[in-house]
């Protein structure tokens, strides 16, 4: 079992910058590769950013390419999303989950593939 709580959330305007971090404990976070996804009401919950658990290379999708970036602390049993340049199409909560896959450089994409999430912080960013 794995615990996820997201901080860092807040209102901000266009163009700013927020930090997200999710942190984790329970099993091992290190065989976890670990993703941001966001929801806006009405709408369905899309993957932002995913990190395989020992790092490299990871994905983003289309619209925050060069804006955001995810990264993780295994030490620290930490995940984070920074947010740049942000926009307000980017309002959403920001959900951190978790999934168990110990392949070298392996993340999922589907929302249904992640065994555990975290309970969201919302972004709102103004125009």
């Known amino acids: 079992q794995v615990q996820l709580v997201e901080s860092g959330g807040g209102l901000v305007q266009a163009g700013g910058s927020l930090r997200l971090s999710c942190a984790a404990s329970?099993?091992?976070?290190?065989?976890?590769?670990m993703a941001w996804f966001r929801r806006v009401p009405g709408k369905e919950r899309e993957i932002v950013a995913a990190?395989?658990?020992?790092?490299?290379?990871?994905y983003y999708t289309d619209s925050v390419k060069g804006r955001f970036t995810i990264s993780r602390n295994n030490a620290k049993n930490t995940v984070y999303l920074q947010l740049n340049s942000l926009r307000p199409e980017d309002t959403a909560v920001y959900y951190c989950?978790?999934?168990?896959?110990?392949?070298?450089?392996?993340?999922?994409?589907?929302?249904?593939?992640?065994?555990?999430w975290g309970q969201g912080t919302q972004v709102t960013v103004s125009s």
């Open positions: 989950a978790a999934d168990y896959c110990i392949e070298y450089g392996c993340y999922v994409l589907g929302d249904h593939e992640y065994d555990f």
């Open positions: 329970g099993r091992s976070f290190s065989t976890y590769s």
């Open positions: 990190i395989s658990w020992s790092g490299g290379v990871p």
